[in-house]
């Protein structure tokens, strides 16, 4: 068995002007592919490990055979970020959470713009290659950043929404300005998705 590359959950253009369409384009069948493929070929020196599904994979890396340990924390976590990412985005969204995960929100942050100016600042304070996140953890939420492709799963956390920061994610139509392309992204965020899965944690 191998892990395969989910199709994107909406055309490449759907989410533009906010992500373009050869970004998603490269993103997708270039980047996030060549993660799945990366993962597939370290699995296959441990045909042993072929019945663990990718997030069993990265919840313990520890158990994972130590000649595979970095590629499977890379370009698994690469495979699993991005099937997120591309969920947790989608067209004519954007707006607020409701009902419960605003409460959450609200008592986790104060209040919305509290929450989002918490989150930019993860997004922004990245060195580098990375992600932000908004994770249930516990019975709360915590919003931070991961270098690389690391994974809050791999830290006993259950994650909610992710931002690539990666220069990849942005660089065709933002180059450097990072800022804009964060702040233009609350308008792609699929909300009902972050409330469907901080329901099921
Ligand atoms: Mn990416």
């Given at each position: ?15 533009d ?9 490269i ?133 909610l ?29 699929n ?5 469907r ?5």
């Amino acid at each position: 068995m191998s892990f395969e590359l989910n199709s994107l959950p909406y055309a490449y253009d759907a989410l533009d002007p906010y992500i373009d369409t050869l970004t998603m384009q490269i993103h997708h069948d270039k980047h996030h592919a060549a993660y799945v493929n990366n993962l597939n070929l370290a699995m296959e020196k441990h045909p042993e490990m072929s019945s663990k599904s990718l997030e069993a994979l990265l919840s313990d890396l520890n158990a994972v055979p130590e000649d595979i340990r970095t590629a499977v924390r890379n370009h698994g976590g690469g495979a699993w970020n991005h099937d997120l990412f591309w969920q947790v985005m989608a067209p004519k969204a954007g707006g607020e959470p409701q009902a419960g995960l605003a409460s959450a929100i609200a008592s986790a942050f104060g209040n919305f713009a509290n929450f989002k100016a918490e989150f930019e600042k993860a997004a922004m304070g990245r060195f580098g290659s990375g992600w932000a996140w908004l994770v249930k953890k516990g019975n709360g939420l915590a919003v931070f950043s991961t270098a690389n492709q690391d994974n809050p799963i791999s830290d006993g956390m259950a994650p909610l929404l992710a931002l690539d920061v990666w220069e990849h994610a942005y660089y065709l139509k933002y180059q450097n300005r990072r800022a804009e392309y964060v702040g233009n992204w609350w308008n792609v965020v699929n909300w009902a998705e972050v409330a469907r899965r901080y329901s099921s944690k």
